[in-house]
Every structure is written in structure tokens, then in C-alpha cells.
T-cell receptor, first 113, second 110 residues
Framework: KAGVTQTPRYLIKTRGQQVTLSCSPISGHRSVSWYQQTPGQGLQFLFEYFSETQRNKGNFPGRFSGRQFSNSRSEMNVSTLELGDSALYLC????????????FGQGTRLTVV | AQRVTQPEKLLSVFKGAPVELKCNYSYSGSPELFWYVQYSRQRLQLLLRHISRESIKGFTADLNKGETSFHLKKPFAQEEDSAMYYCALRSLNYGQNFVFGPGTRLSVLP
């Protein structure tokens, strides 16, 4: 069974640009969650999608958005990038029903210069 | 509000010594508690969840609702246990998202 795949692995962007990150969950999983990991703030929840609907949202500005497609693949978008958006962005997939184990991807390392 | 605290940023022990990684949480309902581990250059992976009551790689964790703690223990640490350990909670009331603690870096010295 293939694991959670995130692309790209590394990105360098300039302030003010926008970026799109992709996550392919484990086959059969319908829930995809996104997290931001930084040395200062640790792991913080961004949002969760289940069956193409945003089910839960963390405390991040509206510049951070996401979506989920019918095949459960998810994308997150960050517009008007700021230096503070530099982080490792992790995606987690789970069945989405009940409290089940979540499987994490390797992450996308975003650097904003 | 949900919150997870891990008081130690870094914990160093010698190989063969017992290890305890502390985790405390605040939550008004009945959350499920997890320990996730991140080895060097590897993805975050589940180590333990409290409802399974399993022992994985010699680690155990007991949920103490009175003290709102979920400490991770191992009687004899191994060098390969060196990693970053995150305590996390999740509740159905808040969807599928985890609230993670800040993490403890465990370093097992030879």
C-alpha cells in the first residue's frame, strides 16, 4: 500500500508570490489534514478536508486555503507569501471516520526569500 | 481549549537507562492520546495510541485522567530510540485534527 505522497519536496519562493502544494493520501482514505511545522511554533493544524468539504480549520489567515478533489487528493495554496510562511508543510491522511490513525507524508519544505 | 505540554525540549539518557517523556494535556472532554515519533530524515509516524494499550518497541504509555497526563516510558533505552517525540490529542468533537505538543528530543548516549 503506497504511503502519503507530497509534492514537491522542496520549494523556494519570493515574498508576495503564491504557492500550491499537493498531497495524495493513502488509497481509500477520505480525510486529508494539513499542518505547518516550524522550529518556533511546532506542529500547527491548518485545515482538514473530508469528501471534498472542509470539515475543520485552524487559526491561520485567509491567505492559506485548500481544496480536495473527488479522488481525495488535496492541494493547499498560500497566497501573498511572507517570510514567516517558511516551514515544513505536512499532510496527513486517515479514513476520516471515528478516531483512527493518521499517516503523515514526508512534507514539503517551503522557503520564502 | 485543547492544549498539550511537553516540559522537556531535550532529554539525554545513557543506553540501558530508563526513560520517561512527560506529556500533560488540557481538554474538557475525553480525548484520545497519541505518541508520534520522528526519526532523523523520516516522516512522522505513530508510536502509540492510548486505546490500544500496546507496547511498541518497548515503549508504554498510560493515560492518567486524574493528572491529565500521558507519559511515555521505556525501561531500557537504546541508541536507536534517539528521535523527536510528539505527544498529541484528538477528539471527535474537533474533527480529525491533532493538537500536538512542542516535542521532546530524546538523545540516547552510548
Amino acid at each position: 500500500k503506497a504511503g502519503v505522497t507530497q509534492t514537491p519536496r522542496y520549494l523556494i519562493k519570493t515574498r508576495g508570490q503564491q504557492v500550491t502544494l499537493s498531497c495524495s493520501p493513502i488509497s481509500g482514505h477520505r480525510s486529508v489534514s494539513w499542518y505547518q511545522q516550524t522550529p518556533g511554533q511546532g506542529l500547527q493544524f491548518l485545515f482538514e478536508y473530508f469528501s471534498e468539504t472542509q470539515r475543520n480549520k485552524g487559526n491561520f489567515p485567509g491567505r492559506f486555503s485548500g481544496r480536495q478533489f473527488s479522488n481525495s487528493r488535496s492541494e493547499m495554496n498560500v497566497s501573498t507569501l511572507e517570510l514567516g510562511d517558511s516551514a515544513l508543510y505536512l499532510c496527513a491522511s486517515s479514513s476520516g471516520q471515528g478516531i483512527t490513525e493518521a499517516f503523515f507524508g514526508q512534507g514539503t519544505r517551503l522557503t520564502v526569500v | 481549549a485543547q492544549r498539550v505540554t511537553q516540559p522537556e525540549k531535550l532529554l539525554s539518557v545513557f543506553k540501558g537507562a530508563p526513560v520517561e517523556l512527560k506529556c500533560n494535556y488540557s481538554y474538557s472532554g475525553s480525548p484520545e492520546l497519541f505518541w508520534y515519533v520522528q526519526y532523523s530524515r523520516q516522516r512522522l509516524q505513530l508510536l502509540l495510541r492510548h486505546i490500544s494499550r500496546e507496547s511498541i518497541k518497548g515503549f508504554t504509555a498510560d493515560l492518567n485522567k486524574g493528572e491529565t497526563s500521558f507519559h511515555l516510558k521505556k525501561p531500557f533505552a537504546q541508541e536507536e530510540d534517539s528521535a523527536m517525540y510528539y505527544c498529541a490529542l484528538r477528539s471527535l468533537n474537533y474533527g480529525q485534527n491533532f493538537v500536538f505538543g512542542p516535542g521532546t528530543r530524546l538523545s540516547v548516549l552510548p
